[in-house]
């Protein structure tokens, strides 16, 4: 895989390549690198999926299309996309997170993803841009069942006890284990009332507190 190549992947011939490089080079690796252009895409990115669910889904109401957003441009579904582009052997990176395996961290795969589409809109515009993020998407948005809003295992815990007038849970983590770039994160979710304790695992605190709420919805309603 060539940066090149990427970029037949990613359906775009850039005019100015150094944008391509600029988007794969992470800040260990040199003074010039893609954190601007991250910053540029996360909003880009933003904009394209709330156009596309508000087309796609006209009858939802606002909470629904932002919890359907937040799921779609989410650091596990970045994290995804850029693993199937297979953009971590392409990416520029220091020598301390070449050792400790960068190029897998799913944080800076996430954040490289969004970089080159803040490069494409730079390089194109927006619709040049749009029509990137159209195509990585295409998969996820036909997995949408319209008019279906699925909430996270935390929203529903949060909405099971609010609607009995309980008092919301805390999620304290448990530990982080293993390196840089496969870490393993435990946590536990505790309420109040009913007393009830449990915990879950993933390789993020976000998945892991996901998991520990939904044991914690398994018990409750079993």
């Known amino acids: 895989m060539t940066p090149s190549q990427l970029a037949v992947t990613l359906g775009h011939t850039f005019a100015r390549p150094d944008l391509l490089q600029t988007a794969l080079t992470h800040r260990s690796h040199s003074a010039s690198h893609n954190e601007r252009l991250e910053f540029l895409g996360d909003s880009v990115l933003n904009c394209v999926i709330a156009n596309s669910l508000y087309i796609r889904e006209p009858d ?8 359907l957003r937040a799921n779609l441009v989410c650091q596990e579904t970045l994290h995804q996309l850029a ?19 960068g190029h ?3 944080s800076i795969l996430a954040d490289t993803l969004e970089a080159l589409i803040g490069a494409i809109f ?22 949408l069942k319209p008019g279906v809003v699925t909430k996270d295992p935390k929203t529903r815990l949060q909405e099971w006890l ?10 304290q983590l448990l530990e982080a284990t293993g390196a840089a770039h496969d870490q393993r994160f435990s946590v536990i979710c505790e309420i109040d009332n009913p007393p009830l304790r449990t915990t879950g695992a993933g390789t993020s605190r976000r998945t892991a507190e996901q998991a520990a709420a939904d044991n914690a919805l398994k018990a409750l309603k079993a």
């Open 60 to 67: 939802l109401p606002e909470g629904d299309l932002s919890r």
């Open 83 to 101: 693993l199937s582009l297979k953009i971590g052997e392409v990416l520029l990176l220091g020598e301390g997170e070449l050792r400790s395996g």
């Open 104 to 106: 897998q961290r799913p």
């Open 122 to 143: 730079l390089d194109a515009g927006f619709d040049a841009a749009a029509a990137t993020v159209g195509r990585l998407y295409a998969p996820l948005f036909e997995q």
């Open 162 to 171: 609010q609607g009995r007038k309980k008092p919301l849970p805390r999620y």
